[in-house]
């Protein structure tokens, strides 16, 4: 008998990204595994007294101290001498990691624990009733940052939390996306097998809180990638090691319009605003290097620059730069 580790049955909404992502992150990990899990959508929808659909030992702590309670479990597994046998996670949403947790969480890597944070990025706090969060993306309408005639909505930018990350010298940070599992699972992986601190950032759309229908979760979440809106990267050691590479950007227009928190900026007064948004998703591709073209351009500098000469070649040397004539 196959004993699933995230049943069915909970009380999520149709079409939620984050039910997704949870059961995808812990059917990589496997049994052995700890979670402590921050208040949120994912805590109310999987625990309702006296049901729960996980099936690893799981820990409901408060919004704010999830990184700390996970904290305390793996120092008791570090004493038992048990990490070898047992992982652990610490999870949360946007709000718990970005927000009302990052004391917690910076501590957690300040101090080194053998420990994968997840942060499940629907970005805003969706449980409460979508209030605006540090990871709700520019000019999205929330309760707390509503649109009108003086607002386009949430007027900041989305924090940089895999940069906040990296900048504790935490030796892997990731961000995924539910529209590409295979390569989630890749990363829960990868994280496990590295021992300390380590981040992991999934997309997961809301189509309560986002307004969309719940049958384009998929769409929605792959046309953030595609967009360059929300990078698929991975960072070792501080280094940029891998991004999920596009074949040609798609306009945002195309993502925007899916959902119902961007209504308000299809309008003659919103143009202005979305050419603000084509701007951050341009430069994103800039920053991380998106395009494909550009990766094959980077392999092969890289390629030409790790050229190993000959003897032969090297008595070629014109004694200019170090290089055969």
Not at 12 to 21: D, I, S, T, V, Y
Not at 175 to 201: C, E, M, N
């Amino acid at each position: 008998m196959v004993t699933e580790l995230f049943s069915s049955g909970h009380t999520a909404c149709a079409g939620c990204g984050q039910a997704l992502g949870a059961r995808l992150v812990v059917e990589t990990t496997g049994p052995n595994v700890i979670i402590a899990n921050a208040t949120g959508c994912l805590e109310v929808f999987t625990s309702r007294y006296p049901e729960s659909a996980w099936g690893v030992p799981w820990i409901h702590s408060l919004f704010q101290n999830a990184a700390a309670v996970a904290s305390g479990v793996e120092a008791a597994l570090r004493i038992k001498g048990k990490l070898d046998q047992v992982r652990v996670i610490s999870q949360g949403g946007d709000g718990a990691t970005a927000d009302i947790g990052m004391a917690s969480l910076s501590g957690m890597f300040d101090r080194g624990h053998d420990i994968l944070y997840v942060c499940y990025d629907n970005e805003a706090y969706m449980n409460t009733g979508v209030q605006r969060s540090g990871l709700t993306p520019f000019d999205s309408r929330t309760t707390t940052s509503p649109s009108g005639k003086k607002s386009f909505g949430n007027p900041r930018p989305k924090k940089n939390i895999p940069e906040i990350a990296n900048a504790h010298n935490v030796p892997y940070v990731a961000t995924a996306s539910v529209a590409f599992p295979k390569d989630l699972q890749k990363k829960v992986k990868k994280a496990l097998s590295i021992r300390g601190p380590k981040y992991l950032q999934i997309f997961v759309p809301c189509p309560l809180g986002w307004r969309h229908d719940p049958g384009l979760t998929y769409e929605i979440a792959k046309l953030a990638v595609e967009t360059g809106l929300y990078p698929i990267l991975e960072y070792q050691e501080g280094k940029l090691i891998s991004v999920k590479a596009i074949e040609a950007a798609k306009p945002v227009d195309e993502y925007l319009k899916l959902q119902g928190r961007y209504t308000h900026l299809f309008t003659e007064r919103g143009k202005g605003e979305i050419a603000k948004i084509q701007a951050i998703a341009d430069s994103n591709i800039k920053k991380y290097g998106l395009l494909k073209e550009v990766q094959k351009k980077m392999v092969a500098e890289k390629f030409t620059e790790e050229k190993i000469f000959t003897i032969a070649e090297l008595s070629k040397c014109d004694g200019k730069d170090g290089r055969p004539a």
